[in-house]
């Protein structure tokens, strides 16, 4: 398996845990302070990056980092680790799990605006094809319009712009730092700010109210947290920025499968039409997912001819 098919593999990864993780949150926080359950989650993912990246024999790499990669990891943690989780999980609390499903997975038009001007990243016509159905695939699927959107996606739209700003420059970092250190340094980070924010902003006393129930939300939360990080700075590692993001929209159909077996939100033509869209987008974006289904047909092709 090469580099880009071992990156496009965990970006899928990626995508499914995403998109459970969202639906899960949506459960979790309720009842709970946003901020709260933010820095509860992630303080359990940044320890566990931790302890993974110790039993890896990542660590040792830290002392090859130059002040410029140090500086990189101190802002990635703030502008991904800390201010958007604020953002974001404010904003789930003011809105649906479909509809921040949807703003999350537009981060691949920023990001490609910001590969494209500060990492060189080409867009060729494929790629932009593949952007445009990814977007119009999203907007059939949930009904999207300017009408519908309330402060709570606000939110959680700024907090996709940090999103996009860190994923460029940790695209930047992960030449020289492996992604596990990158996610570790994410998590760990941001949850320091986090905590600063909470004893600040007078939510101390909450760590008192912590019951089993919502110590299991909160594990679940950084579990699926841990396993999203891990598996997408390894992947972004490996492949464009810009194709990464793309691959992550897939995530939003994960939702909507997860909330129509579940909650009894069943999809019409008009959501299907937008999954199969979506699909189509991630095929134009990705070498790989194209190459990877073209073998699959050639298979097929050739099993039936040989029977």
Avoid at 52 to 81: F, N
Avoid at 228 to 251: E, P, W
Avoid at 259 to 279: C, E, P, V
Wanted: proline share 1%; aromatic share 12%; glycine share 8%.
């Amino acid at each position: 398996m090469t580099n880009q098919e071992k990156g496009t593999s965990l970006v899928l990864a990626t995508a499914f845990i995403s998109g459970l993780a969202i639906f899960i949150n949506k459960f979790g926080i309720k009842g709970m302070d946003p901020y709260f359950y933010t820095f509860a989650k992630n303080i359990i993912a940044g320890a566990l990056l931790l302890s993974i990246l110790l039993l890896a024999k990542h660590w040792p790499s830290l002392k090859k980092l130059d002040k410029a990669d140090k500086w990189r990891l101190l802002l990635i943690s703030i502008i991904g680790g800390a201010v958007p989780f604020l953002l974001f999980f404010k904003g789930l609390t003011m809105t649906t799990a479909l509809k921040a499903g949807f703003i999350h997975k537009t981060l691949f038009i920023y990001v490609g605006i910001l590969a494209a001007i500060f990492l060189k990243e080409k867009i060729n016509k494929s790629m932009l094809f593949g952007f445009i159905s990814l977007l119009a695939g999203s907007i059939l699927f949930l009904k999207i319009t300017p009408q519908s959107l309330n402060l709570g996606d606000l939110f959680i739209f700024i907090a996709v712009l940090f999103w996009a700003v860190e994923i460029a420059i940790s695209k930047k970092t992960l030449q020289k730092v492996s992604g596990t250190l990158v996610a570790t340094a994410r998590m760990l980070g941001g949850s320091v700010f986090i905590l600063l924010f909470l004893l600040f902003t007078g939510r101390a006393a909450l760590f008192a109210g912590i019951d089993w129930t919502m110590l299991l939300w909160m594990a679940i939360g950084g579990v699926l947290l841990t396993g999203y990080t891990i598996t997408f700075y390894n992947g972004l590692q490996k492949i464009k920025a810009s194709v990464a993001t793309s691959i992550l929209t897939l995530g939003m159909a994960v939702t909507a499968l997860l909330s129509a077996l579940f909650l009894d939100k069943s999809l019409n033509a008009q959501q299907l039409l937008g999954i199969l869209l979506m699909i189509v987008g991630v095929i134009f974006v990705s070498k790989i997912v194209r190459r990877f289904i073209k073998s699959i047909i050639f298979r097929k092709a050739k099993l039936n001819a040989s029977t």
